[in-house]
């Protein structure tokens, strides 16, 4: 069954207006990299992401892929530290997603959209 093999994601704003009920249950959230928001932590890398509407804090845990960059469209799998409406997204995993089977939405990385 082809169903079984779909990879479902929300976009930030899907996942903010749905923080709520996602509660912290974990879910997979995809956007871009904000540009000059990559920050090195001991833990891994903070940093924001955004689908052009709305944009978040991602706190990762662990290391990133070699294409990881600013403005690199990313899939990050965890969930919200809490429903606050400021609580970051806190990540175990990210994707970079290119090539023939997936096509990015068009985001301009170059500023934050509002935080919610």
């Known amino acids: ?44 890398v903070n940093f924001d992401v955004t689908d052009g509407k709305h944009t978040v804090v991602v706190h990762h845990d662990g290391d990133t892929p070699a294409l990881f960059k600013n403005g690199a469209p990313v899939v990050v799998e965890g969930h919200w530290a809490s429903t606050a409406a400021n609580a970051p997204f806190l990540s175990d995993r990210i994707l970079i997603k290119h090539g023939a089977d997936y096509t990015p939405p068009k985001v301009n990385t170059n500023k934050k959209a509002t935080s919610s």
């Not at 207006?17 to 974990?26: I, L, M």
């Open 1 to 44: 069954v082809l169903s079984e093999n779909v990879e479902y994601f929300r976009t930030v704003t899907e996942a903010v207006h749905h923080r709520k009920d996602e509660g912290t249950s974990r879910f997979r959230l995809a956007g871009g990299v904000v540009n000059h928001t990559v920050v090195k932590t001991s833990q891994g």
